[in-house]
Nanobody
Framework: VQLQASGGGLVQAGDSLRLSCAVS????????VGWFRQDPGKDREFVAA????????FYADSVKGRFTIFRDSAKTTVYLQMNSLKPEDTAKYYC??????????????WGQGTQVTVSS
């Protein structure tokens, strides 16, 4: 399984940004895809996850109501729509995929990450 994250950038507080995670390879092995973020010197943090069937999602409390995770019908890309961005959302964002759909940070496959910077 290969994942390619993109869409990061520099925005102002209150702006929106959409991240994309292109998924390819043995996708039949995937049951869940998630977004995570990490600041230098800090632990990786769970942000959101979606079941590969697309029928179920869950979010970290810190982003609930502001971020939305969704998948295209072709099951090739998972998106993270981020609205009302705050400076504390600044981090490198990673997408991950796993054989299980779960709220965890030890997913099996990972993309390379995309930087999101929110200025105040």
């Amino acid at each position: 399984v290969q994942l390619q994250a993109s869409g990061g950038g520099l925005v102002q507080a209150g702006d929106s940004l959409r991240l994309s995670c292109a998924v390819s390879g043995r996708t039949a092995s995937i049951f869940g895809v998630g977004w995570f973020r990490q600041d230098p010197g800090k632990d990786r943090e769970f942000v959101a996850a979606i079941s590969w069937a697309g029928s179920s999602t869950f979010y970290a409390d810190s982003v609930k109501g502001r971020f939305t995770i969704f998948r295209d019908s072709a099951k090739t890309t998972v998106y993270l729509q981020m609205n009302s961005l705050k400076p504390e959302d600044t981090a490198k964002y990673y997408c991950g995929a796993d054989r299980r759909y779960r709220k965890a940070i030890d997913y099996e496959w990972w993309g390379q990450g995309t930087q999101v910077t929110v200025s105040s």
